[in-house]
């Protein structure tokens, strides 16, 4: 199995507010690739960096942080 290639990783404040940040860091990286799901992708993104927040202790801390990294699998055998 391939390993993943790395697309680009980020680090943003760890508020409900960095939600679009890390929505267009992502959609500007498949848009790069121009991949298929970037639509499901993006879902994805809001809900998981959503829950970070709201759940981790990064999102209890003033200067918490929340990392975004995203990958390229390619699937096809």
Same mark, same amino acid.
């Given at each position: 199995?391939?390993? *993943?290639? *790395? /697309? !680009? =990783? ?10 679009? /940040?890390?929505? =267009?860091?992502?959609?500007? +990286? ?11 992708? +993006? +879902? /994805?993104? #809001?809900? +998981?960096?959503?829950?970070?927040? =709201?759940? #981790?202790? #990064? !999102?209890? $801390? *003033?200067? !918490?942080?929340? #990392? ?8 096809? $055998?």
């Amino acid at each position: 199995m391939r390993m *993943p290639e *790395p /697309l !680009g =990783r980020a680090d943003l404040p760890a508020e409900v507010e960095s939600v679009p /940040l890390a929505r =267009r860091y992502v959609r500007d +990286l498949l848009d790069r690739i121009d991949h298929k799901q970037t639509d499901d992708a +993006l +879902l /994805l993104v #809001s809900e +998981l960096f959503t829950n970070a927040v =709201r759940h #981790s202790d #990064s !999102g209890r $801390h *003033p200067d !918490g942080r929340v #990392s975004v990294a995203v990958t390229n699998q390619d699937r096809r $055998h």
